[in-house]
């Protein structure tokens, strides 16, 4: 073997063992993987995607992937003790969207190793923001927002986390939860770094998606979609939703929303099966983040 070829084959092995790993910028200790997953209220006629098929799967999913913070929506509360039971490292925290225990949770799931929860609160969206139960605009059911404030134990670092469920029909229902979700985090947040996740039961391509990311002229306060500026690209599909089928490209509802000084260092849409059974009708969203400082 002569030395040129040696030295292109020594390229060659270097390329293939070490390229990809040198390539992916790593996030470090301080890192949050970030979930927001739509697991579906239990309906019993389901059948063989009913709750009791699908919740060793959920629990799976959030287990496999290693996610500290999860953002649920349509949990019932008989589902957040399914996974309590199943997941002992997390606890939650929220309220029933009817009120109290009653309704669909937009629960936060998180490491209780990882994060000790200072503060919660639930509003609804709508023009009586304090009045459980309350359904706004042209929505169908009652819209609510949770949030929490934790305090991470490892950095010491505090944020919030705020997690909803947008209503699936009213549009002035969407447009204007969006909106007030804004001045919700804006006027909460204080100087501290903030994730959003939640189902916005709305495309890229819409008014609620433009008023959440800033593109609506005069916006004051934004979110950015954390996919588009993950430092190590996207994975995975361009759909979120799946009715428990094959899922329109391009179909996503569901987002990680990020502010500013906070990286994102991956971000994918899972699309994790069993034998052809999903753990939800809609793929959970994952994002790696790092808080810096605002």
């Not at 996610?67 to 957040?80: F, P, S, V």
């Not at 042209?138 to 505090?158: L, S």
Request: aromatic share 12%.
């Amino acid at each position: 073997m002569t030395i040129k070829s040696s030295v292109l084959l020594f390229l060659l092995l270097l390329l293939a063992f070490a390229g990809p790993a040198a390539a992916r910028i790593s996030s470090g200790r301080g890192a949050l993987r970030v979930m927001t997953f739509n697991i579906r209220y239990n309906e019993p006629r389901d059948g063989v995607n009913a709750w009791s098929n699908r919740k060793t799967k959920v629990a799976d999913v959030i287990r496999f992937h290693k996610a500290d913070l999860i953002g649920l929506q349509e949990a019932q509360l008989n589902q957040l003790q399914d996974l309590a039971a199943v997941l002992p490292d997390f606890a939650w925290c929220g309220v029933g969207r009817d009120g109290g225990d009653k309704g669909e949770f937009s629960a936060i799931l998180y490491r209780k190793s990882r994060f000790k929860l200072l503060e919660t609160k639930t509003f609804w969206l709508s023009e009586t923001p304090d009045k459980e139960g309350a359904k706004g605009w042209d929505a169908d059911y009652p819209r609510i927002v949770t949030w929490a404030r934790f305090e991470d134990r490892r950095t010491k670092k505090k944020f919030y986390h705020f997690n909803t469920h947008f209503d699936h029909r009213g549009e002035k229902a969407r447009v204007e939860s969006a909106k007030m979700l804004l001045a919700a985090v804006a006027k909460t947040i204080g100087n501290l770094p903030f994730v959003v996740t939640g189902d916005f039961n709305a495309t890229e391509k819409t008014n609620v998606y433009r008023i959440l990311t800033g593109a609506e002229a005069g916006a004051e306060f934004k979110l950015t979609d954390a996919r588009y500026v993950s430092v190590n690209g996207h994975f995975g599909g361009t759909a979120s939703f799946n009715e428990f089928k094959e899922p329109t490209p391009g179909y996503k509802i569901d987002y990680v929303f990020v502010g500013p000084g906070t990286t994102v260092f991956e971000h994918g849409i899972l699309t994790d099966r069993w034998d052809g059974l999903w753990a939800s009708d809609h793929m959970p969203v994952l994002a790696e983040i790092v808080f810096g400082k605002r």
